[in-house]
């Protein structure tokens, strides 16, 4: 991996991180994420340094985009850089 993709990728995981982060906040949200992933509580807490969970999180946000455009706002990043994010993740 060259440093750019490096970078990128630690860029994508600290949006994913921040992302989770603003997910959590709110327990219903913190609850659909876990309904729709399949994913409980522990497997999350066991799995977050993993890229394909962190692009489950950015892909939970990017298949509603009212939470999308909201976890954006909160964390200071555009949505489209919330998708990309998740696309360095899943490459």
């Known amino acids: 991996m060259t440093d750019t993709n490096a970078e990128i ?3 994508a995981t600290t949006l994913a991180l921040r992302a989770l ?3 959590l906040s709110d ?3 913190a ?3 876990l309904a729709l992933t399949g994913l409980t509580a522990e497997r999350l807490r ?3 340094a993993e890229p ?3 692009s489950a999180i ?3 946000l990017e298949n509603h985009e009212p939470d999308l455009i909201a976890c954006a706002d909160a964390i ?4 489209g850089a919330l998708i990309e994010a998740r696309r360095a993740l899943d490459a």
């Open 9 to 11: 990728e630690d860029d």
């Open 21 to 23: 982060i603003w997910t």
């Open 27 to 29: 327990e219903r949200r």
């Open 31 to 33: 609850d659909r994420l």
């Open 46 to 48: 066991e799995g977050i």
């Open 52 to 54: 394909s969970m962190q």
């Open 58 to 60: 950015l892909a939970f």
């Open 76 to 79: 200071g990043a555009a949505p």
